[in-house]
């Protein structure tokens, strides 16, 4: 392996979340402001991903709306600023690029949901979980009781025969 290789390989990070164009993602980021760090949420649709996922110029764009000014942000995949990415949920899309959606207003801008996800990013330094142990965590049943709740039925009333 030549120098290049090996410095870019140091810097790829290992466990991204698959992400394509038409997800909603919420882009936790690292702002240096003065000598004071920070983390600010960009929370948007991403409309394009260039260079793949395992260059390491690989970027995707977020677009918000935010005042009912839209705000388009290009994200490095592989920055260090980026702490965390959260997929929020995937909507079904059949195109690679969604440049479109910048002149669309209203109710012309809406995309079929296809599922809600809640699949997080973060970089720590513990060691991921087998596909396995995640599997039998998602399928735990909920914690929290179901109340029994009486159901009435529709024909509470008896008909009269004649």
Avoid: W
């Amino acid at each position: 392996m030549d120098k290049l290789q090996l410095f870019t390989k140091q810097h790829i990070k290992k466990n991204m979340p698959l992400f394509r164009s038409g997800d909603t993602v919420r882009v936790h980021e690292k702002i240096r402001e003065g000598d004071k760090e920070r983390i600010q949420v960009f929370e948007g649709l991403i409309i394009a991903s260039k260079h793949g996922s395992k260059s390491p110029s690989a970027t995707f764009i977020v677009r918000k709306i935010s005042n009912g000014i839209g705000v388009e942000k290009i994200f490095p995949l592989h920055s260090p600023t980026i702490q965390k990415v959260e997929i929020v949920k995937h909507d079904k899309v059949r195109r690679g690029k969604l440049y479109y959606l910048r002149n669309l207003v209203g109710k012309k801008k809406k995309r079929r949901a296809s599922k809600i996800l809640g699949m997080v990013f973060e970089e720590s330094a513990e060691q991921p979980q087998s596909d396995e142990e995640q599997e039998k965590e998602d399928l735990k049943p909920a914690e929290q009781p179901v109340e029994n709740i009486p159901v009435e039925t529709q024909n509470s009333t008896p008909k009269k025969e004649e």
